[in-house]
């Protein structure tokens, strides 16, 4: 398997604005924040300008929309359609469709991903405007309390508070302080909900896959909490194909919960962060298991039926993929 094959999936899927299309499928090609942070990450550790390019064009979008940002920094959204978009069309612009847009975790994610970039020397900010709208988007979270503000969360359903989207949005402030004025109580006020709500995701879930985001890629778990939601995953969400993202999933369902491929190497990248190489290789052929000869890796099998969806290659299934194996092989 030749691993650097998964950098051309990747590009494919790359428009010429810097963002990434979350799939080349007719459902899923549109832009999602969310999607681009864990697409671009591969991107973080080389000396090629993809990584900036892509936060570039996301910093572009909000300054697009500053004036609905600077409206919500006032007063909280009350509609899903005053929240900050999660989903764009590839040419970055709000589509007027019906959709889940209350997902605090993809600011969350911007922002931790903007102060990671920055960590590790990718010039992101091009100005004081880049400045100034960053500013605005930590603003926004705190007019919509994000740490008891019920949201759509990362797989985009019913509304409830989500660990995974206040933990998002606790990492994210913490990687922007440096930049911007955060609070300190801001960042307590998330760390508190936390204590209270893990190791569950939310009022109605046990556990669920996104808890994984909070060990990898932001790290804002402490060691005990982290082994726990791990053991939770594996115990109760891992299948044949991957992990399905919680129990009674109706997403793809046709008999079961549909398998999410990237389950497996998000387990593993969740594991070697944690030093535990030896659980981590137990990885490495699960990963390659639903890794095609082309390295298209799809978003999931369906439940029931055991074949993947149409929405194949997924970008961040690709990245995560990429990531695990090129950390394991290294």
């Not at 400045?131 to 930590?138: F, G």
């Not at 936390?194 to 909070?214: C, G, I, M, V, Y």
Request: charged content about 25%; some cysteine; hydrophobic content about 35%.
């Amino acid at each position: 398997m030749q691993i650097e094959e998964a950098m051309n999936v990747i590009n494919r899927m790359r428009l010429p604005n810097g963002v990434y299309t979350a799939s080349v499928s007719e459902d899923y090609h549109y832009v999602w924040i969310r999607d681009v942070v864990y697409t671009v990450l591969p991107f973080l550790y080389s000396p090629t300008q993809q990584y900036e390019q892509a936060y570039h064009a996301l910093l572009d979008l909000f300054h697009r929309y500053k004036w609905k940002i600077d409206i919500h920094t006032k007063k909280r959204p009350q509609y899903l359609y005053e929240y900050i978009h999660a989903r764009y069309s590839p040419e970055l612009e709000e589509m007027n469709q019906e959709w889940g847009h209350a997902q605090n975790d993809a600011i969350g994610a911007f922002l931790w991903g903007v102060g990671e970039g920055i960590h590790h020397g990718k010039h992101i900010i091009r100005n004081q405007e880049d400045i100034e709208i960053i500013q605005k988007l930590v603003d926004y979270l705190e007019c919509l309390r994000y740490w008891e503000s019920p949201d759509n969360g990362i797989w985009e359903e019913n509304m409830e508070v989500h660990a995974s989207s206040v933990g998002a949005c606790v990492a994210g402030l913490k990687a922007v302080k440096i930049l911007v004025d955060v609070k300190n109580e801001l960042i307590q006020k998330g760390e508190d909900t936390l204590a209270t709500l893990l190791p569950r995701e939310s009022e109605t879930k046990s556990t669920d896959l996104a808890l994984l985001s909070l060990i990898y890629p932001y790290r804002i778990v402490d060691q005990h909490m982290a082994h726990t939601i791990l053991d939770n995953v594996t115990t109760k969400l891992e299948r044949k194909y991957g992990c399905i993202r919680y129990e009674h999933d109706q997403y793809y369902n046709e008999g079961s919960e549909a398998e999410w491929c990237f389950g497996f190497p998000w387990l593993g990248l969740c594991y070697s962060e944690l030093g535990m190489n030896e659980k981590a290789k137990e990885y490495v052929e699960k990963t390659k298991s639903v890794i095609s000869d082309n390295w298209e890796v799809p978003e999931l099998y369906i439940g029931g039926k055991n074949v993947p969806n149409k929405n194949n290659p997924l970008a961040w299934s690709v990245a995560l993929s990429y990531l695990f194996l090129k950390r394991m092989y290294m």
